[in-house]
């Protein structure tokens, strides 16, 4: 197939969006498909113009306020349409749509190619989190057009497609993400990376993700004073100062990548993610995966991923007394702790990148045949399935 990848934050920046990416890339590398990624530029002159067999064109971006190492594309409709015009795909994956997807959906509409819209960002509830409430209409407003103009849309989570089908949204389908089971293990357990961030041989509660305010890290701060326990934070971004005087006590761990991360994970104790706006939350598929059992808000991807009282706890939003009883019930006893650990390992065996990224090429050959044949220069040069 010949496709062609829309995607909002792409290489350097590292985040849920670029790591489907790239696993998506190897994916279609691996199957011999022709591939091109469309993405904001960077400011790191050093940013690969190819990345696992796909040619990537920038576009021109600015950074976005209050968040600088997130850009936003620049430019119109038009724009894009000539480089889909050009390169004449047999489909447009939109990998979480919101700007430069919402010109690219419409390019692709214009020019009679079939579009796969991933959703996988909640951006409109982000809207109160950054002081700009009166905006989330007008966000949803944006969301529900890209959506209702896709050829099929993709979620992640059983709450993300009720959302999206409760606001109208049709064509929508289930697809969920992949876990790298080998590099994502309870065998990278590190004795000594434990002893490095709790010397006092406490039990880890940890967090994994961007620290900026839509993943709601502060509320971690509940957890001051849980007995025999330190607070581990891996991630960096825009609050990361802020944490570090909100949660004193905590140890901030940075970026983490590759073999990095997987080691600190599987060194954790327990996994602790606070965040509401999740559609999926792939830092919990990948603690489970390194046998950590998890307590989460439950709303959103959560809801499908921990089993209360199996895999780890669910709290209701808002709820942070009763994060604390739960990291509480689990830190303290070492039996459960086990039994729950063992039981989320086994919970997520099977869902590898592999099988889940051969359902996304299913969609794509959906899509291909739901739409209309293009009659105008889209359809030049790309191979059709």
Not at 160 to 172: D, F
Not at 173 to 199: C, E, I, N, Q, Y
Not at 233 to 261: K, S, W
Not at 295 to 306: E, H, K, N, Q, S
Request: glycine fraction near 10%.
């Amino acid at each position: 197939m010949r496709i062609a990848i829309v995607a909002e934050s792409f290489l350097p920046l590292m985040n849920g969006v670029t790591h489907s990416i790239l696993r998506v890339l190897d994916h279609l590398q691996e199957r011999g498909d022709d591939v091109l990624v469309i993405a904001p530029s960077s400011q790191d002159g050093e940013a690969p113009d190819q990345v696992k067999g796909a040619d990537i064109h920038r576009l021109p971006a600015v950074p976005l306020a209050g968040y600088t190492n997130v850009r936003v594309a620049m430019g119109g409709v038009y724009r894009v349409k000539r480089i889909l015009a050009d390169y004449a795909p047999d489909v447009v994956h939109l990998a979480s749509p919101f700007v430069l997807g919402w010109r690219a959906v419409q390019a692709a509409h214009q020019l009679g190619i079939p579009t796969v819209a991933v959703y996988q960002t909640e951006v409109p509830s982000y809207a109160a989190r950054y002081g700009v409430p009166f905006l989330e209409n007008w966000a949803w407003n944006r969301v529900e057009n890209i959506h209702l103009l896709a050829t099929r849309t993709l979620v992640p989570s059983t709450f993300a497609l009720n959302q999206l089908r409760g606001r109208g949204i049709p064509r929508v389908h289930m697809w969920r993400r992949g876990v790298d089971t080998a590099r994502f293990s309870p065998g990278k357990r590190d004795d000594g990376w434990r002893a490095l961030v709790a010397p006092g041989g406490e039990r880890i509660i940890g967090y994994v993700g961007r620290l900026a305010a839509e993943k709601q890290v502060e509320d971690l701060a509940a957890l001051a004073g849980v007995p025999n326990a330190k607070l581990v934070v891996v991630g960096d971004g825009p609050q990361r100062a802020a944490l570090e005087d909100a949660l004193p006590n905590a140890f901030f761990a940075g970026f983490l990548g590759g073999e990095e991360l997987a080691r600190a994970v599987a060194s954790f104790d327990l996994f602790v993610h606070p965040g509401e706006f999740e559609t999926f939350c792939q830092t919990i598929q990948e603690a489970m995966a390194s046998g950590v059992p998890v307590v989460a808000t439950g709303r959103g991807g959560p809801l499908d991923l921990v089993e209360n009282s199996r895999t780890g706890w669910l709290y209701e939003p808002g709820d942070l007394s009763a994060m604390r009883a739960h990291v509480l019930d689990l830190v303290g006893d070492d039996a459960k702790r086990r039994a729950f650990a063992a039981a989320a390992h086994a919970s997520v065996q099977g869902r590898t990148w592999p099988a889940l990224c051969t359902e996304l090429v299913r969609h794509y050959t959906a899509a291909v045949a739901a739409a209309p044949v293009p009659t105008g220069p889209a359809n030049a040069k790309g191979a059709k399935l």
